[in-house]
């Protein structure tokens, strides 16, 4: 058990029977009436976000979050396969779970599997990945004083907008949490 007053972004917790992490959290001390906790969650299983309300001091229960480092392999149908890189074991997630990493998952890519005892709950990418250009319309000379940005296609199919300069088959630093360019890499 964890108490309300010991919250952190990233933490997960349990709610009701459901998985949640704490997106955000806000301690609130009003002048009339006692301190509370309001806070952001996101629900592990099906993405859900509620603003929830807690009295200070309020316990929950901390849930146990596994996570294993695996290797993507290839896409199968509308399923993923990921291998353990210690046990070579595969296991397959569905497409569903993972429509915002797909984004930026690439072939051979070690990503971080997020488990609950035997759940598979999702996959959590490094903050950076380094993908190929595969279409961008060319830069033209001289308009890079303005220090406008382009859309570009990336080999996995997400549009990031990059600066003027950036060429087809460019690989870029692409940062994975709200997808903007970051550098050439």
Excluded at 18 to 38: M, N, T
Excluded at 134 to 139: I, R, V, Y
Aim: glycine share 10%.
């Amino acid at each position: 058990m964890i108490s309300v007053n010991d919250f952190k972004n990233g933490l997960t917790i349990t709610v009701d029977g459901e998985l949640w992490r704490v997106v955000e959290f806000q301690h609130v001390k009003p002048g009339k009436g006692s301190a509370f906790v309001r806070s952001k969650l996101k629900n592990l299983r099906n993405g859900a976000v509620q603003e929830k309300t807690f009295r200070a001091g309020e316990k929950v229960e901390q849930a146990q979050i596994d996570r294993k480092k695996m290797q993507y392999l290839y896409a199968d149908g509308n399923n993923y396969v990921f291998m353990d890189t210690d046990t070579y074991e595969q296991l397959e997630l569905p497409g569903e779970n993972l429509t915002e990493e797909l984004k930026y998952l690439k072939e051979n890519m070690v990503v971080s599997v997020i488990m609950y005892g035997t759940e598979t709950l999702g996959v959590e990418l490094p903050n950076t990945v380094d993908l190929t250009v595969a279409e961008t319309e060319p830069g033209i000379k001289g308009d890079t004083a303005s220090g406008g940005s382009k859309p570009a296609t990336m080999e996995t199919g997400v549009v990031v907008q990059v600066p003027f300069f950036v060429n087809e088959g460019d690989v870029l630093t692409i940062n994975t949490t709200d997808g903007t360019y970051i550098s050439r890499a």
